[in-house]
């Protein structure tokens, strides 16, 4: 049984930052492709970050250079790190993993299989 959990999120003013993070527990190689999505209210579900089996990452263009993805193999996290926060910003977070071995592009959901509960971020 896979499970993903975050933790991290919370309200910060503008140009703040906050670390989120990730655990995976159950039968996944944390090995293969993970990500970081986002959903503000009124819109659908989107990429941020993408952290590739080679350790190559992707970024949404609004995150670029404010935003990093990693992961800890040894405590079986992965994390977001988020600085010069903005309001629009402000989204739920979700980490993803999933069950096979291929690239991580495209950014898009049907990429993954396992998804966390989701963590709030509000920017004001």
């Known amino acids: 049984h896979v499970q993903l959990v975050e933790s991290g999120g919370g309200s910060v003013q503008a140009g703040g930052s906050l670390n989120l993070s990730c655990a995976v527990s159950g039968r996944i190689d944390l090995t293969y492709c993970m990500g970081w999505f986002r959903q503000s209210p009124g819109k659908e579900r989107g990429g941020v970050a993408t952290?590739?089996?080679?350790?190559?990452?992707t970024y949404d263009d609004s995150v670029k250079g404010r935003f990093t993805i990693s992961k800890d193999s040894a405590k079986n996290t992965m994390y977001l790190q988020m600085n010069d926060l903005k309001p629009e910003d402000t989204a739920i977070y979700y980490c993803?993993?999933?069950?096979?071995?291929?690239?991580?592009?495209?950014?898009?959901?049907?990429?993954?299989?396992?998804w966390g509960q989701g963590t709030q971020v509000t920017v004001s």
């Open positions: 952290l590739d089996r080679d350790g190559s990452t």
């Open positions: 993803a993993a999933r069950t096979w071995d291929d690239r991580c592009a495209p950014m898009t959901e049907s990429r993954f299989n396992y």
